[in-house]
Each structure stands twice: as structure tokens, then as C-alpha cells.
């Protein structure tokens, strides 16, 4: 039975780890200079090579040939996620004090180092405190912001890193051409882009998919078997997004919905792709997708693509205020007349005004009235939504709660909040806290709405979302799901 590629591919020296030299050099150094700690602290992503590397260096400290198969009774690994508990941990410290067997230390693997609980940790903070000459710690954890400061504050820490696309690429290369796998350089792109850094992950992908076929493994051909879509598709996507063509979207998310694609994994690759060629214009789109998941995955992404930015909010914002000035008219009367504004919680119409002039073959002087418009106000204060929630959010995180979940609009002199619940307009308008609002808009006019006073702003979204569904009709106001 031949061996999985990421355990025969695993390294068994110091020299031998890929992309974590800013480690292993170090560690290499401290062997040639016996100036080995007591206690090291590896924190990093799963699949980085922390276990290895402690394997390897436990053996290396002791001068012990490292096989991945060996075992040598210096060499203690224990998992605590399994071993969460003080008893266990005693143990460890009753065991310690004897001296090695072999080597000149006794090494103790702990792996995934923050599942121990409190008890525990306190028990191994004792012999890390006063740590016998022949014994060394080397702790290992994905999740270094659980483990106690009273323990890696007495280690050494090294962070692992994800391995870059570039450097992945290399390596599962070599392997593939190791291994005669026949696979195109595309493809592996695909293995390097879904293995997300992980070097076991990728070396597993990469095993898995050599069944595929006996020819040569395409992009096309594993996209197909992973249930991806096709770059060019992603693509197309994105640029509609960022064009917000919602006619494009629609059609070109339909046809890949109808492929049988999943839609987290639609927004997984989209994400993917965002953070390897970063766009302003799709941060947005960004910070929605990935909120794409069960229930109503399907639901969450439609809204997340069909959804109009906030950019464009903005666009059609100010298009509405500037209005096409007619051909003025001759008034019927001689008194100047003022038109009245326009009702609206968005913004003040401006007043008409009227110029008395002389018409020289008339007796009677006349009037022409200008057309009522809008019009920008190039003076208006300026006004950051970001800033306006993180100043609120300092003072209270009641109310900074409550903005997360609104609608903004602002006009240039009025900021127009659209609460989707009752409680939260009923927070929102409490006297200290609206005082507390108005305080951050130096003199900007507040505006809290209705609940549902923006719904009739997203009829368009809803009609598209409503044609991809299938035609499903919007029912008292509600999403169609």
C-alpha cells in the first residue's frame, strides 16, 4: 500500500522545510550554538508544518536520525485536545523529572496547546516556571490567542505562515513531476488556489485528484470534479459587479446557480479571487460574502450581488438632484411668484425665483419664472458614515449596536437613517441617545424614518432576485424566500 503524499513528502530536516525558513534558520542556529531554550511556542495555521518541524527538532537536539515512522522514548508527543485535564498534566510533570534514556533531553510534543483547560495550564505553568535542565516544551497551537500570556510569555514563539501561491506552486510542481502526475500547470493553480496555503491540504488535494483520469488533468477537467467554476465565469462576474450591471449578474449567476454550483462555494472562490487581486470597487461585495452560508445561502448571495453599493446609491443620489433646467416661460401674471417646495424628508426643493423685466413692444411689465429644480449644494458638510458609527460606538455600544443594522442615505445637509426593526427606531429615538447622534453630526439635520420607508427603493433588486428564483412574487412587502 504506497503512502499518502503528504506524509512520504514530509520533511525530516530543517533544511528540508518549505517557506518557513524565517523559522528554521533560527532554530538551526540555536542547535550550532547550544543555546537551546527550554520551552518554544509554535502558533500558526493547520497544515504549516508546526509538528514537523517540532519533530524534527526534538530529534536534532538530541542528534537522533529522524524517520517519519521512528519512535525513540526521549520523544513524548501528546495530544491535548485528547489529555485536556490536570491529572494528564501531573503526570507529565511526574515523568519529566526522570532522566532521558538516550539523548541528552527529554522533548515533550504538545500539540494544540490552548485546548487545555485552566487546570491544567496552571499545572504545566509550574514545571515551565522550573523546568528541569534535561527537559524541553515545544507547544504548538492554531489558536495562540487562547493560550494563557502566563505560558507563552515563558516560551520561545515562532509564527508559522501560510505558504504563498508562488512557493506552493513550486513545491506541489516538483512532487507532480516526482510522482509523473500529468497535470497542467493550470491546474495545479487550481489545487494551489483551493489548498488555501495549507501544505497538507494541498499534497492531500493534489493525491486525491490523480484518480481523475489517465491523460492529462486540465483546469477544465478539475473545476468540473470539484464543482468550481471556470475563472473566466469569476471574472465576468466580478466585472459586472463592479459595473453594477444587474443584467449581466443576473444572467451570468443564473447559469452558474443552474450548474449545480453551491453558492458558499461560489463565494468562497469569489472571495478568493477579491483577496488575490484586490478592487475597491468590490469591497462591498467583500464584506457580504461571507455571510453567504446555510440557511437561505442561495438568498444571502443573490442579495449580496444584486444589492446596489453604496457608490452606487450615490450616483443615483445625486443624478436626482440634478435636474434639466426647461425654457422659461412667461409668467400670466405681473406680481413675481414664488413656487412652492416640494414636500420631501430627503431634501429641501430649492424656491423658484422670479426677475421683473421690461418687454418694450408691451405696456405691462411681466414675469419669468424660473423652473423649480433641485440643484447640488457645493457647500454642504461633508459627512463619513464610518466615522460618525466608530465615534458613536466609543461613547455607546448600545446604540453603535443598532447602527449596524440600518440603511443611511445622505443628501448633503441631512442624514437619512432607515431602521429595518421597531426596536431599534425605538433605541435610536430615545432622547439621550438621539442627542448622542446629533452630537457626532455637527450640525448636520437627522432624519429617523419609519420602519420599511426604504423598501420601495429595492423594487428592482427584488424584481431580479424574484426572475432568478423563478418567477416568485413578492408578498406584502417581504423578500420572495
Known amino acids: 500500500m504506497s503512502q499518502v503524499l503528504y506524509r512520504k513528502y514530509r520533511p525530516t530536516r530543517l533544511q528540508d522545510v518549505v517557506g518557513q525558513e524565517h523559522i528554521t534558520k533560527v532554530l538551526d542556529n540555536t542547535i550550532k550554538q547550544n543555546k537551546i531554550g527550554h520551552a518554544y511556542l509554535f502558533i500558526g495555521p493547520r497544515g504549516t508544518g508546526k509538528t514537523s518541524v517540532a519533530r524534527?527538532?526534538?530529534?536534532?537536539?538530541?542528534?537522533?536520525?529522524?524517520?517519519?515512522?521512528?519512535h525513540y522514548l526521549d520523544i513524548i508527543e501528546i495530544d491535548a485536545a485528547s489529555n485536556t485535564g490536570v491529572d494528564?498534566?501531573?503526570?507529565?510533570?511526574?515523568?519529566?523529572?526522570?532522566?532521558p534514556t538516550e539523548g541528552k533531553y527529554k522533548v515533550y510534543i504538545i500539540d494544540e496547546v490552548h485546548m487545555l483547560t485552566k487546570s491544567a495550564s496552571n499545572a504545566l505553568l509550574k514545571t515551565l516556571e522550573e523546568p528541569p535542565e534535561h527537559v524541553i516544551f515545544i507547544m504548538a497551537t492554531t489558536d495562540a490567542y487562547k493560550v494563557p500570556i502566563t505560558i507563552s510569555s515563558r516560551t520561545?514563539?515562532?509564527t508559522f505562515r501560510l505558504a504563498s501561491p508562488e512557493t506552493m506552486q513550486i513545491?506541489?510542481?516538483?512532487?507532480?513531476?516526482?510522482?509523473k502526475i500529468n497535470i497542467s500547470d493550470d491546474a495545479l493553480a487550481v489545487v494551489v488556489r483551493r489548498g488555501g496555503g495549507s501544505f497538507r491540504d494541498s499534497l492531500s488535494l493534489l493525491d486525491q485528484i490523480t484518480t481523475l483520469t489517465d491523460k492529462r488533468i486540465t483546469a477544465e477537467l478539475l473545476n468540473?470534479?470539484?464543482?468550481?467554476?471556470q475563472d473566466q465565469s469569476m471574472i465576468n462576474l466580478l466585472q459586472a459587479f463592479t459595473c453594477q450591471d444587474f443584467d449581466?449578474?443576473?444572467?451570468?449567476?443564473?447559469?452558474l446557480l443552474n450548474s449545480g454550483l453551491k453558492p458558499e462555494v461560489l463565494a468562497s472562490e469569489m472571495i478568493n479571487k477579491i483577496i488575490s487581486d484586490p478592487d475597491p470597487k468590490l469591497l462591498p461585495l467583500l464584506e457580504k460574502l461571507p455571510d453567504v452560508q446555510a440557511p437561505f445561502a442561495e438568498a444571502k448571495?443573490?442579495?449580496a450581488l444584486l444589492k446596489p453599493t453604496q457608490a452606487e446609491n450615490s450616483v443615483q443620489h445625486t443624478t436626482a438632484h440634478l435636474t434639466v433646467v426647461e425654457q422659461p416661460k412667461l409668467a400670466t401674471q405681473s406680481m413675481p411668484t414664488e413656487a412652492k417646495p416640494r414636500s420631501s424628508t430627503k431634501a429641501p426643493s430649492t424656491k423658484s425665483k422670479s426677475t421683473k423685466i421690461n418687454v418694450p413692444d408691451e405696456p405691462r411689465e411681466e414675469t419669468i419664472t424660473e423652473p423649480k429644480s433641485q440643484t447640488v449644494n457645493i457647500n454642504s458638510k461633508p459627512f463619513a458614515w464610518d466615522d460618525f458609527?466608530?465615534?458613536?460606538?466609543?461613547?455607546?455600544?448600545?446604540?453603535?449596536?443598532?447602527?449596524?443594522?440600518?440603511?443611511?442615505?445622505?443628501?448633503?445637509?441631512?442624514?437619512?437613517i432607515f431602521p429595518s426593526q421597531k426596536f431599534t427606531k425605538s433605541i435610536l429615538e430615545k432622547p439621550a441617545n438621539n442627542q448622542l447622534l446629533t452630537k457626532y453630526l455637527s450640525g448636520i439635520a437627522l432624519v429617523i424614518h419609519d420602519v420599511n420607508d426604504h423598501l420601495a427603493a429595492e423594487d428592482q433588486t427584488i424584481s431580479q432576485i424574484s426572475a432568478i428564483m423563478g418567477g416568485v412574487q413578492e408578498v406584502k412587502g417581504e423578500m420572495p424566500f
Open 88 to 99: 494528564n498534566i501531573r503526570e507529565l510533570r511526574e515523568k519529566a523529572v526522570i532522566a
Open 56 to 70: 524534527i527538532f526534538a530529534h536534532a537536539v538530541n542528534g537522533f536520525d529522524y524517520e517519519v515512522e521512528d
Open 389 to 416: 458609527v466608530i465615534n458613536v460606538r466609543n461613547e455607546s455600544g448600545a446604540v453603535y449596536n443598532q447602527l449596524l443594522k440600518v440603511e443611511h442615505d445622505f443628501d448633503g445637509a441631512t442624514l437619512h
Open 248 to 255: 449581466s449578474i443576473h444572467l451570468i449567476l443564473k447559469e
Open 156 to 158: 520561545q514563539v515562532h
Open 171 to 179: 513545491h506541489l510542481r516538483k512532487i507532480a513531476d516526482l510522482e
Open 224 to 229: 468540473s470534479a470539484l464543482g468550481l467554476p
Open 301 to 303: 448571495l443573490l442579495l
